[in-house]
């Protein structure tokens, strides 16, 4: 390695005075967004122009990303349709070890994305390097148990001994992802890695917001091994390309809005083609009576406020018991105070940035109506401009009822309300309260209890003793939300099975099924029923 390649792969520590970082150069920002699939072979194809993102640090423009148009989107399917019929000849060894090289580059570049996930998200380092590590687990996970996932299954046939049967898994040909901003390499990447070692093609639709961090991974799965029309990016306005991804793919696996995920939903079902779809939610968390008080206050500010808020799994309402509520709140305010609100492009600062003004505005009007109609503000509670644009302190509320928006609808930002609850039963159901049902926390120190607590919570995952990250990190268990909060799961084995068909080949061995042709077919009636009676009596199944 160079060693100006060298100081790229491990750039020093900067500070947000200058939020694009400095080995960004406009060389390398060209090539990656050369991976955009553009279809230049369209003469009479409209002109689209790039869209252009702003840096949370300071709202200066990040750079502009060719933007694709719907025959674009046509173009990226057509030829990854072509890719992925040899690639599913590709034995799976080969292509996980592929994904196994992506690993390890992943990791020694690390920095790299780092910065950029920074810089177009404005999240604190600790929390884009989560989705680092996130993504080498998921890279290894499915590198290695991907065989085993997609194995031949021999099951019985009609006629023991007479008819040979196995299920075979195939892939679906071409999976569409689109996926958000506030996770740019784990959403848009770990959705990716199953699709393609189950042997399909992908095409990915970037968001506006987050581009460069997919071309950048785009780039790195090429230098690792990828065939480079295998995997397809597209870029531009959701409703445009995000609409020609759905109507062109043959799986569609997104992430977003609940009111997004509907409409993809019925463009899908229109097609005949399946979805897989995380949507959003307003999680609980509950403290009982015998908790860890501090390990739940610690806990609670982790899943309320990692990644300021803006994750889909991050917790907004806390119901804790009436006798330890007062030292609950307590303590929990006290940890909350002491958290860093920062931007720069190192470990100093505890919470990062809102990702846009619309965000700030969104989290800044439920706090206010909250205010207006009563609520108690025990932390935070306002903007932070003198840290920077878009920085807001994480919030804590108190006394939220009904008619207050931050009760029911989804914040996506650094925002909490506290309940009090006397009985289990109480808690439970305030905790499902709502269309949602994506995930949930019980602080307990009878962990019996609690894992029955949790057996009656409408929630995609529960964790105990945890806020989020103990289920969404378990990458064999699957992941993903009830009603409001989608359909499908990813991780796990449905994180890949969901990406091939069933395929049943039956081999009858001898002859046909039925009667021989001189055989009268009152004959071979009585005799199959009697056949029938016989291995119900035996305990044939």
Known sequence: MSTEQEKIDAPPPRTAASPRPAWVTDELIGQWCAWVHRDETRPERGAVAPATAVAPYDLSPIAPVPACAPEDVESAAAAARAAQREWARTPIARRADIVLAFHDLLLQ???????????????????????????????????????????????????????????????????????????????????????????????????????????????LLAEAGLPADLWQIVAGDGAVVGTAVVDTVDFVCFTGSTATGRTVAERAARRLIGSSLELGGKNPLIVRADADIAAAAAGTVVAAFANTGQMCIHIERAYVHEK???????????????LRLGQSYDYSADIGSLVSPAQLAAVEAHVDDAVAKGATVLAGGRARPDIGPLCYEPTILEGVTSEMAVCAVETFGPVISLYPYATDSEALRLANQGAYG???SIWSKNTRE??????LIRSGSVNINDGAAAAAGSIEAGMGGMGDSGLGRRHGAEGILKYTESQTVA?????????????????????????????RRLGVR
């Open 450 to 455: 609690a894992e029955r607590m949790a057996g």
């Open 507 to 535: 081999v009858q061995r001898i002859r046909p099924l039925g009667p021989s042709p001189k055989q009268p077919v009152e004959s071979f009636v009585r005799r199959t029923n009697g056949q029938l009676a016989l291995m």
């Open 324 to 338: 330890v509520y007062d030292a609950f709140r307590d303590e929990f305010v006290r940890a909350t105070k002491a």
């Open 109 to 219: 570049r690390q920095g790299q994305v780092l910065d950029l996930i920074q810089w177009e998200t404005g999240k604190a380092r600790y929390h884009a390097w989560q989705e680092v590590a996130q993504i080498a687990a998921i890279a290894r996970h499915y590198a290695r148990r991907t065989v085993k996932y997609l194995a031949t299954r021999h099951v019985r046939g009609m006629v023991p001994g007479l008819t040979k049967v196995r299920e075979l898994r195939v892939p679906k040909g071409v999976v569409g992802v689109v996926s958000p901003w506030n996770y740019p390499l784990y959403l848009g990447v770990g959705d990716v890695i199953p699709a393609l070692l189950a042997g399909n093609a992908v095409v990915s639709k970037a968001d506006s917001q987050a581009a460069l961090t997919m071309l950048w991974t785009r780039a």
């Open 438 to 440: 994506l995930s949930a």
